[in-house]
């Protein structure tokens, strides 16, 4: 079981991660988009922060929300509707619980995807966030009906996040600002997939083996 | 009158046209929104919000954006609103955005205007 104070542990784990590469994010993103994402990022999580000890002691859905809309308000990118629905989606999963387990984490996935898959429009395939979410979050289902332990199974699905953000380098761009590049974009790996995966890695971290 | 809010990635492209707007319709309450809350490039749900909020009346605002998080901001800002009276519209922004202001300062409604922008993607330059 994980409760809301290690949730908003990882939260700013998440949101250090994000800010240690965000150069990095951002230079994948000046090669086949429009240079910011790293940055939008940072920024976004910073407000996230800055707002994590007021939601001590709220529950899961409240927790979520809270960090889906700053990331909508602060990011100003394309990410910022897309993390943001993403968050807001899976808390709504989660709601009123001040505990979560293994399977409201699937849950909290399946959601998160959805939420991408609804503001983006996107599909697998098209060199988006997607491409490494789903994959990863395939894996983690696998690995939990398996049997395994938590962090087993948040291996599981960083590797295939690792696995899917290699696979974005393979395909062409054809959503967002990077489709309009065509051929030129192949060989690069996404930004958003890239930073989803830096994300599924800081929550990792946070688990013991 | 049908009010206007332009949204775009940069407020520059936004406040472009709304002057090539207003210039045929000057009456018409139209709000330019671009880039994020610090002053770069993106958008900001705060900004086009407020934005609406300025331009809104009973005869409804219609949403018109650029591309990317323009698209996906403002539907996000118009999914929390949930009022009818305020919809977005899929159509190339220049155009589009001008065809509507000046159909509004003619009297046209909101569904009206929606359409007349709509109708300028068909429209050929040459």
């Given at each position: 079981?994980?409760?809301?104070?290690k949730?908003l542990?990882?939260v700013g784990?998440?949101?250090e991660?994000i800010?240690?590469?965000?150069q990095?994010?951002t230079d994948?993103?000046?090669?086949?988009?429009?240079?910011d994402?790293?940055v939008?990022?940072a920024?976004?999580f910073?407000?996230?922060?800055?707002?994590?000890?007021g939601?001590?002691d709220k529950?899961m859905g409240?927790?979520?929300k809270k960090?889906?809309?700053?990331?909508?308000?602060?990011?100003?990118?394309?990410?910022?509707?897309?993390y943001g629905?993403?968050?807001m989606?899976?808390g709504?999963?989660?709601?009123g619980k001040?505990?979560?387990?293994?399977?409201?984490?699937?849950?909290i996935?399946?959601?998160?995807i959805s939420g991408?898959?609804?503001r983006?429009?996107a599909?697998k395939g098209?060199k988006?966030?997607?491409?490494?979410m789903?994959p990863?979050?395939?894996a983690?289902?696998?690995a939990?009906e398996?049997g395994k332990?938590?962090?087993?199974v948040?291996?599981?699905g960083v590797?295939?996040?690792?696995d899917g953000v290699?696979?974005?380098?393979?395909i062409?761009?054809?959503k967002?600002r990077?489709s309009y590049l065509g051929e030129r974009?192949i060989?690069?790996?996404?930004?958003?997939?890239?930073?989803f995966?830096?994300?599924?890695?800081?929550v990792a971290?946070?688990?013991?083996? | 009158?049908?009010?206007f809010v332009?949204?775009s990635?940069?407020q520059k492209?936004?406040?472009?046209v709304?002057e090539?707007?207003?210039?045929?319709?000057p009456?018409v309450?139209?709000?330019a929104?671009g880039?994020t809350?610090?002053?770069?490039?993106g958008?900001?749900y705060?900004k086009?919000?407020?934005?609406?909020?300025?331009?809104?009346?009973?005869?409804?605002?219609?949403v018109m954006?650029?591309m990317?998080?323009?698209?996906?901001?403002?539907?996000?800002v118009?999914?929390?609103?949930g009022?009818?009276?305020?919809?977005?519209?899929?159509?190339?922004?220049?155009e589009g955005s001008?065809?509507?202001?000046v159909?509004?300062?003619?009297g046209?409604?909101?569904q009206e205007a929606?359409?007349?922008?709509e109708?300028?993607?068909?429209?050929?330059?040459?």
């Amino acid at each position: 079981m994980t409760d809301s104070s290690k949730v908003l542990d990882i939260v700013g784990h998440i949101g250090e991660a994000i800010s240690e590469n965000a150069q990095f994010l951002t230079d994948l993103d000046a090669a086949i988009g429009d240079n910011d994402h790293g940055v939008n990022m940072a920024r976004g999580f910073k407000k996230v922060e800055e707002d994590l000890p007021g939601l001590k002691d709220k529950d899961m859905g409240a927790i979520f929300k809270k960090v889906g809309m700053d990331i909508v308000s602060a990011v100003g990118g394309s990410s910022g509707p897309l993390y943001g629905t993403a968050f807001m989606k899976a808390g709504a999963a989660v709601a009123g619980k001040m505990e979560i387990d293994l399977n409201d984490f699937l849950k909290i996935m399946d959601e998160a995807i959805s939420g991408v898959q609804l503001r983006g429009k996107a599909e697998k395939g098209e060199k988006t966030m997607l491409d490494a979410m789903m994959p990863a979050r395939d894996a983690m289902r696998e690995a939990a009906e398996a049997g395994k332990g938590i962090k087993e199974v948040l291996d599981a699905g960083v590797k295939a996040a690792e696995d899917g953000v290699e696979y974005t380098k393979t395909i062409i761009a054809t959503k967002g600002r990077a489709s309009y590049l065509g051929e030129r974009s192949i060989g690069h790996q996404d930004p958003g997939a890239t930073s989803f995966m830096v994300m599924l890695k800081a929550v990792a971290d946070k688990y013991e083996e | 009158m049908v009010g206007f809010v332009l949204v775009s990635h940069s407020q520059k492209v936004a406040e472009g046209v709304r002057e090539l707007g207003l210039m045929m319709a000057p009456d018409v309450p139209v709000e330019a929104t671009g880039g994020t809350d610090d002053g770069g490039l993106g958008t900001s749900y705060e900004k086009i919000s407020a934005a609406i909020d300025r331009v809104y009346s009973e005869d409804g605002v219609l949403v018109m954006v650029d591309m990317g998080s323009s698209c996906m901001t403002t539907e996000m800002v118009i999914e929390d609103r949930g009022d009818p009276k305020i919809i977005m519209v899929d159509c190339p922004f220049v155009e589009g955005s001008v065809a509507a202001i000046v159909s509004s300062s003619c009297g046209s409604s909101l569904q009206e205007a929606k359409a007349v922008a709509e109708e300028a993607r068909e429209e050929k330059k040459f």
